[in-house]
């Protein structure tokens, strides 16, 4: 089979999908049947059974054209989110680009915890002020805004260009009355906002150390803004500033929940136990890590 896809052949989508599948496995590109229908969905404006249902049907020039276009990118190890602009976090879609961070399976972990402790604790007050530390593409804020009806978010990131897409996404989902989006630098603790009393406190903060951000794929290192992936430190150095607004700022059986690194469980319990954050719950994520650390001012 060619190497190329060549416009003088009629290929139709279950040609581009055998041929395609082979091609990415060759190039050792993960989950390349999954990227090829996402890909062609994508062209051709199709929800993925379509491709299945229409599977005879020949792609026109200009088609092929368009997934060419995306395959070269693919093939430069851009991650597929950002060929496709969206993804899906919580069941709900989101615009997604190089403004920020791609959302992570593993931080719809935390936002489900902090669902379930809200309604647990906080299911008696008549409002819910949430801040989130890091919104990035607004995955976290939007989410919760969703689900929980009575919550009001101020959404801070020290990025105005992610700031910008956090309320797109917003808009997009409904919720944007609901979050307040600021541009803020948390680790200037000058802020009058975290003066503010919340009810919970979310982060998910750059927290690969300046060693391992070395040894990180091609996909991430690249194309995702290294600003919110790490600290160009030891991981860790969020951590304090976090503890710290959860002190000040927590009302009485307030919640605060962080997600960090594979190694950092125990580093970030002895800093938040230095701010009389104490009996932390530690949340495993999918592959039976400590992935997310919560606990309750009381």
Known sequence: MSSTVSPKKTWTIL??????????????????????ELMLAHVLQFKRIQLYTKFDQPLSEDELARFKVLLKRRLSHEPLQYILGETEFMGLK??????????????????????ELVRQKLSNEPAISILDIGTGSGCIAVSLAKIIPNANILAIDISEEALALAKKNAEDNGVAERIEFRQIDVLTLKDP????????ILSNPPYISMKEFAEVSKEVKEYEPNSALTDNENGLKFYPVIAHIAKESLVIN????????????ESIEKIFSGYNFLNPLVIKDYQGVKRHLFFSLS
């Open 15 to 36: 040609d581009l999908i055998t041929w395609g599948t082979e091609y990415l496995t060759e190039k050792s590109i993960d989950d390349a049947r999954l990227t090829i």
């Open 94 to 115: 989101f615009t997604i680009d190089k403004r920020a961070l791609i959302p992570r399976p593993e931080t719809e972990l935390l936002v489900e915890k902090a669902i």
């Open 193 to 200: 906002a975290f003066s503010n009393q919340f009810h919970c």
């Open 254 to 265: 307030g919640i605060v929940g962080v997600e960090h690194a594979y190694d950092q469980s």
